[in-house]
């Protein structure tokens, strides 16, 4: 363990920009939520109409939790947050354990790290702890955020507690990732499977077998139901199994070569095939998984989503308060709702396109640019194949996004027509998701070291703006700054060409000055 304190130190300071905005993020879920509900529900009819509205709704639970909180307004509150806060919280630790351990092997960092007075187990020690730090400030901040906004001191703590153990469960599990794959990538898939796995046993248990949960790490945080039973003693099953999986995955490290993994990779053809002849055959090859996933998992949520629109109305007649959070209000409740989840999906889809435009700045800052653009290859072409991946792949999502909560909607009310028309109403957020991915362009040329923070700045930006802004009571010059505010709000509101047509103008300019920029500037700057 020679040098973990001083590397601890020193992974701190390489974090003080990024690990912010991740706490922030964090808290501004439950600040928000925590003041909705409060002000959704302020009475005892109210949660009781919610308890019968939602209880009764299959597809609501598994997508939130056990109704067994829905007894008072806190429980409601961790009913509604709890899994989606999870979520945040464990990729959060999926990224700290991953870029400071395997990402570090493989950019070459930590051997010369390795190279000083350092022990072999300290990297790996000093990274736990820093997720173990981070674990904590969002206990803290969730605690704070909780019960500054009213709701009950101890039944805050747990809460906070609750989700500290969720992240300390994932920063193990990919500490044991890290050791058992050769590349950074292919563990975090491997990490990722499992929160899927975790949510997806969390919502079997909700909604049928309770064993079910109590095989998620996400279930075990709910079952301590906070603010109803305030039970602390479910919280030594994840910590347990944090031990146990940091106890591993220091086993493993000293069973494994460095930058090696327990686990060979496949070897490759002898011979290329003939689509790796061309930039855009590499790029697509490079980030086809990525894409096969993002589109799995909006399709799945778009189901979600979906499946309860045909119960939206009974439940905003019980609930009429949630008619002022929904774009239309209670005008025309159903396109209401729907378009408030084409909106956050659309939002989702902006995110993945973020990862995928920055991916070229991932493939120039490891080296791996200089041998592509040493043959025939120029930079606008290389740049351009990263992009039209991006653009494809921006509208397969949105597509899946709108064919899945389609699909759904339209098998609760018998119309197969719904699907054609969300996948349409879906594609309509195409130019604000290329929008956003443009920005990450023009920083890639322009501002390559701080493209990445640029960027998810935006992103953030606009789901605030998109998500929050009558919450936060955003002024409206505010809210004009963002592409998505300027996509009509379909099915409410006609779907109209002018304003889509305007954003992709903006899009293609904001590509074009990155162009630009990156024919002007040094490679790997």
Do not use: K
């Amino acid at each position: 363990m020679t040098g973990a304190g001083g590397l601890l130190r020193f992974m701190l300071r390489r974090e003080r920009f990024a690990l912010p905005w991740w706490l922030l993020g964090a808290t501004l879920l439950i600040l928000v939520q925590s003041t909705q509900s409060q002000g959704l529900y302020d009475s005892a009819e109210d949660l009781a109409n919610l308890r019968q509205t939602i209880g009764g709704n299959t597809a609501a639970v598994a997508m939130s939790g056990p109704t067994h909180l829905l007894e008072n307004i806190g429980g409601e509150v961790v009913f509604e947050i709890f899994a989606f806060a999870s979520i945040v919280i464990a990729l959060m630790n999926m990224f700290l354990v991953g870029r400071h351990t395997r990402a570090d092997e493989e950019t070459g960092r930590a051997e010369l790290v390795r190279s000083a007075r350092v022990g072999r187990d300290a990297t790996l020690a000093a990274a736990l702890a820093l997720a173990g730090l981070a674990d904590l400030a969002v206990g803290l901040l969730a605690f704070a955020a909780a019960a500054g906004t009213g709701l009950p001191a101890a039944g805050s703590a747990l809460f906070g507690a609750a989700l500290a153990a969720v992240g300390m469960v994932f920063a193990a599990l990919t500490a044991v990732a890290m050791q058992v794959f050769e590349s950074a990538r292919a563990g975090y898939g491997a990490v990722a499977l499992a929160l899927g796995a975790a949510f997806a046993l969390r919502a079997a248990g909700d909604t049928g077998n309770a064993a079910f949960s109590w095989a998620s790490p996400i279930g075990w945080g709910q079952r301590t139901f906070p603010y109803v039973d305030d039970r602390w003693w479910p919280l030594a099953v994840p910590v347990a199994v944090a031990a146990l999986l940091g106890a591993v995955a220091m086993a493993l490290l000293g069973r494994r070569d460095f930058a090696a993994g327990l686990v060979q990779p496949r070897p490759g053809r002898a011979t290329a095939t003939a689509a790796l002849g061309s930039p855009l055959g590499l790029a697509w090859r490079l980030q086809r998984a990525a894409l096969a996933g993002w589109a799995a998992g909006l399709f799945l949520l778009g189901v979600a989503y979906g499946s309860i629109g045909d119960s939206i109305e009974q439940y905003v007649e019980d609930n009429p308060q949630v008619a002022e959070v929904l774009p239309g209000g209670a005008a025309d409740i159903v396109d209401s709702y729907l378009s408030f989840t084409v909106v956050t999906l659309a939002l989702i889809t902006a995110a993945y396109a973020v990862v995928t435009a920055l991916r070229a700045r991932g493939e120039e800052t490891s080296g791996r640019t200089e041998p592509v653009l040493a043959t025939a290859t120029s930079r606008a072409g290389w740049l351009a194949s990263h992009l039209s991946v991006a653009v494809l792949g921006s509208a397969v999502v949105l597509a899946a996004a709108g064919f899945g909560e389609g699909l759904a909607y339209g098998l609760t009310v018998s119309d197969a027509g719904q699907v054609p028309r969300l996948v349409g109403v879906a594609l309509g957020y195409l130019p604000a998701v290329l929008l956003v991915a443009a920005v990450a362009v023009l920083g890639i040329g322009l501002l390559p070291r701080a493209a990445a923070a640029v960027a998810w700045v935006v992103v953030a930006y606009c789901a605030v703006i998109a998500l929050f802004a009558d919450s936060f009571d955003v002024p409206e010059w505010m809210r004009r700054g963002s592409p998505f505010a300027h996509t009509p709000l379909a099915p409410l509101d006609p779907l109209t060409a002018t304003p889509l047509v305007v954003l992709a103008v903006i899009a293609v300019a904001l590509a074009a000055g990155g162009y630009a920029g990156l024919r002007r500037r040094d490679l790997g700057y």
